[in-house]
């Protein structure tokens, strides 16, 4: 967990080093009204994002949240959680479709919804259901929704100002070109490559909250290896959705425990972690998991580097050095 905190507080240094070299180099080139123009119009889009965001979700998972008389199960472990976690008992809710997964999303932490998929219901125990419950509780605990859309904020600061800059230099008049607009182009390049590089540190945020949400569960009081063999059948089930039905939630994938497009990949990684077949993984299996060196392909490296969530058998090895909360 001080690994974590350590990497988070480095992350957290960089990220802002950015974010003031970008204002100051910006703000000389093309002057600071500009500049606060793009920074109010990226802070509307947030707010937007951050008002219709849970509607968004909503619709496109199609949740539909539940009572307690309908599903008192989810309710008593959710309601034990949250209290665990010290916040306010979210909604809860069951999204109809039939990729096994389940999400937590909000404005804060009294709008907190807790939602799990109709095809996780038909996947796990009870114990592998509560730590994974355990994990997004920990995501509202830890406010991890409202601290990727904070942090998102620079991204899409800078490709408004790349777009912007970089659509005027290519398509103005020759002799305005001849002119000056080459500093402009310039600037809209050197955004650019920024928004890439700010883009790719919001994507390690993301992943370094995920270890902390796992952790969470486990503090929560579930055994590592539940929510190890939780993620494992995950995998699992996730491979079996056709690509067409997964494409349709591409777009909100990142709410979800896992990434459901790497199943296929990592059915084969973690294969080897399942040394009975039994389709779990065990409290023994994780002990053998702990103590052995795993490597990584270039590939691995880099569809880690672009994704949301870490890579399955680093995360499965980094549970297997947890002690339950």
């Not at 100051?24 to 093309?30: K, M």
């Not at 020759?174 to 994507?203: C, H, Q, S």
């Not at 779990?280 to 590939?299: G, M, P, Q, T, V």
Request: hydrophobic share 45%; charged share 25%; with cysteine.
């Amino acid at each position: 967990m001080f690994g974590l905190r350590v990497k988070m507080t480095i992350l957290l240094i960089i990220f802002f080093g950015i974010l003031y070299a970008v204002v100051s180099v910006i703000g000389y080139l093309i002057g600071i009204h500009n500049f606060i123009f793009y920074l109010f119009l990226a802070l509307f889009f947030i707010f937007l994002q951050y008002l219709i965001g849970p509607k968004i979700v909503e619709l496109t998972m199609n949740v539909r949240y539940v009572s307690e008389s309908e599903e008192p199960y989810l309710h008593e472990i959710v309601e034990e959680l949250a209290k665990r976690a010290n916040i306010p008992k979210p909604k809860v809710g069951i999204a109809e479709i039939n990729i096994p997964n389940a999400f937590a999303f909000g404005r804060s932490l009294k709008d907190g919804r807790v939602c799990v998929t109709r095809g996780i219901l038909r996947l796990l125990d009870k114990n592998e259901l509560k730590a994974v419950l355990g994990h997004e509780i920990s995501h509202l605990k830890n406010r991890d929704v409202i601290f990727i859309t904070f942090l998102s904020v620079l991204p899409l600061l800078l490709y408004l100002i790349a777009r912007n800059l970089l659509f005027m230099g290519m398509y103005a008049r020759r002799d305005e070109r001849e002119r000056g607009n080459l500093p402009l182009v310039l600037v809209g390049l050197f955004a650019f490559i920024m928004y890439f590089i700010t883009n790719l540190l919001v994507l390690y945020a993301s992943r370094i909250r995920e270890y902390f949400a796992d952790t969470g569960s486990v503090k929560l009081g579930s055994r590592p290896s539940h929510l190890a063999s939780a993620l494992y059948k995950l995998v699992y089930g996730n491979a079996r959705i056709s690509r067409e039905e997964l494409r349709n939630y591409e777009g909100v994938k990142a709410f979800f425990l896992n990434d459901p497009s790497r199943a296929l990949k990592e059915i084969r990684d973690l294969r080897e972690i399942d040394l009975d077949l039994s389709g779990k993984i065990e409290e023994d299996e994780l002990i053998y998991l702990r103590n052995k060196k795993i490597k990584l392909s270039f590939a691995d490296k880099l569809f880690e580097l672009l994704s949301t969530h870490p890579n399955m058998l680093k995360r499965i090895k980094y549970l297997s050095k947890l002690e339950r909360g």
